[in-house]
Nanobody, 119 residues
Framework: QVHLVESGGGLVQAGGSLRLSCAAS????????MGWYRQAPGKQRDLVAI???????HYAVSVKGRFTISRDNANNTVYLQMSNLKPEDTAVYYC?????????????WGQGTQVTVSS
């Protein structure tokens, strides 16, 4: 079983920055892609950014140029550096990892971390 723990959310003014972290633990054989999703109240959960095991990154149009995803494979950790934050970035941010463990290959989710951007 794979366990994901996010940290780094909080309250920030528009134009500010935050850095989210997500550490994976458990009986992990391999982590394929890792990513960040977000869900605002009353809306569906949407992809923010994803990074493959070889470091290729892809972003939602709404965050491209403002957010940067990176990962530390040695520590099974993924980061999301968020800059020039806007009120519409306010959401619960969830970490996701497609990981292979003793029980097979599964999509795993963290518990979420709240990001609030004030205008």
């Amino acid at each position: 079983q794979v366990h994901l723990v996010e940290s780094g959310g909080g309250l920030v003014q528009a134009g500010g920055s935050l850095r989210l972290s997500c550490a994976a633990s458990g009986s992990i054989f391999r982590i394929n892609h890792m990513g960040w999703y977000r869900q605002a109240p009353g809306k569906q959960r949407d992809l923010v950014a994803i990074i493959t095991s070889d470091g290729s990154a892809h972003y939602a149009v709404s965050v491209k140029g403002r957010f940067t995803i990176s990962r530390d494979n040695a520590n099974n950790t993924v980061y999301l550096q968020m800059s020039n934050l806007k009120p519409e970035d306010t959401a619960v941010y969830y970490c996701n990892a497609l990981a292979t463990s003793a029980t097979g290959t599964d999509s795993n989710w963290g518990q979420g971390t709240q990001v609030t951007v004030s205008s």
